[in-house]
């Protein structure tokens, strides 16, 4: 099982970036057993769970991406994706997606975000 995590890049405040994580080697009734999360670490801190996509449809966020961000899941694609809108520099980091349940954990390698102008 492999998650190749993408989007990232250089985006001006209130501007917006969609990230995608897509699983490969992992067939369908396995990709939606998985809890879904979207992480964030900046440099010098740690990393911060910013959103959960659980296996029953439900999703949470971190407080400061509330009304901003929407995690959703594109299961024809085996595709988990990170809508970031009005995007604020302090929501520079590097993203990291994650899927696991009882007995795995994967995470992707990370894909960038800088907001700036």
């Known amino acids: 099982v492999q998650l190749q995590a993408s989007g990232g890049g250089l985006v001006q405040p209130g501007g917006s970036l969609r990230l995608s994580c897509k699983a490969s080697?992992?067939?369908?009734?396995?990709?939606?057993?998985?809890?879904w999360n979207w992480y964030s670490q900046a440099p010098g801190k740690q990393r911060d769970l910013v959103a959960t996509?659980?296996?029953?449809?439900?999703?949470n966020y971190k407080d400061s991406v509330k009304g901003r961000f929407t995690i959703s899941r594109d299961n024809a694609r085996k595709t988990v994706y990170l809508q970031m809108n009005s995007l604020k520099p302090e929501d520079s980091a590097v993203y990291y997606c994650?899927?696991?349940?009882?007995?795995?954990?994967?995470w992707g390698q990370g894909t960038l975000v800088t907001v700036s102008s």
């Open positions: 994650r899927a696991w349940n009882m007995n795995n954990d994967y």
């Open positions: 080697r992992m067939i369908l009734s396995v990709f939606t057993s998985y809890t």
């Open positions: 996509f659980t296996t029953g449809g439900t999703t």
